[in-house]
């Protein structure tokens, strides 16, 4: 029963198509967020969602679009994929109403552009 | 918005002695510190946090130290073991943006 669940793990496409991560949380947290991880480990917000509403938009492509049906799920959709994406995504979730809470993270999606 | 900066960006140390690991924040309203610990292949995950209303922390071998004047806070592990070798990151809450900003992330190698 893994709090923070995303799919897939692995990700290896072609530069120029189009491809969607899904993230699941059943810890009934009410911010989902996803974070880049690049080669060298640093790992940057992108985007967050609180009850369904976009809160975080950092300077991302527009390339890449976030979706939450609900408060328990986002997804994240990248298209004309470049070199420069391939990456590890993490998605996480927290509880808005506690200012302490930590984040919970998803265990990542290595994407892989050749 | 937050900025945090994270040193050293690798550590090695010799079995049983201790690490310390230090960040410095920017954004004076910032109020919650964890530290996760990532190891290789896998997600970061939390060892332990700090409010700001709190100096210091502790949680057996790691604790956690905030100075909230100099908007430093740091890392201490004692008594290393091979296994914490890893990726370690620092974060600060923004409190504006309820994300949370990391650091640069710090390599620490603990030599049997």
């Known amino acids: 029963d893994t709090a923070v669940s995303q799919t897939p793990k692995y990700l290896v496409t072609q530069m120029g198509n189009d491809k969607s991560i899904k993230c699941e949380q059943n810890?009934?947290?009410?911010?989902m967020y996803w974070y880049k991880q690049d080669s060298k480990k640093f790992l940057k917000i992108m985007f967050s969602y609180n009850n369904k509403e976009l809160i975080i938009n950092e300077t991302v492509p527009n390339r890449f679009s976030p979706k939450s049906p609900d408060k328990a799920h986002l997804n994240l959709h990248i298209n004309s994929l470049e070199l420069g994406d391939s990456a590890v995504y993490f998605c996480a979730s927290s509880l808005s109403e506690d200012r302490h809470s930590p984040l919970h993270f998803g265990n990542g999606t290595r994407l892989t552009v050749t | 918005g937050e900025n945090v900066e994270q040193h050293p960006s690798t550590l090695s140390v010799q079995e049983g002695d201790s690490a310390v690991i230090k960040c410095t924040y920017s954004?004076?309203?910032?109020?919650?510190f964890p530290w996760y610990k990532q190891e290789l292949g896998k997600r970061p995950q939390l060892i332990i946090d700090i409010r700001s209303n709190v100096g210091e922390k502790k949680d057996q071998r790691i604790a956690v130290t905030l100075n909230k004047t100099a908007k430093h806070f740091s890392l201490h592990i004692t008594e290393t073991q091979p296994e914490d070798s890893a990726v370690y990151f620092c974060a600060a809450r923004d409190t504006g943006r309820r994300a949370l900003t990391f650091g640069s992330g710090t390599r620490l190698q603990v030599q049997p």
């Open positions: 810890l009934g947290h009410d911010t």
């Open positions: 954004d004076s309203a910032s109020n919650y």
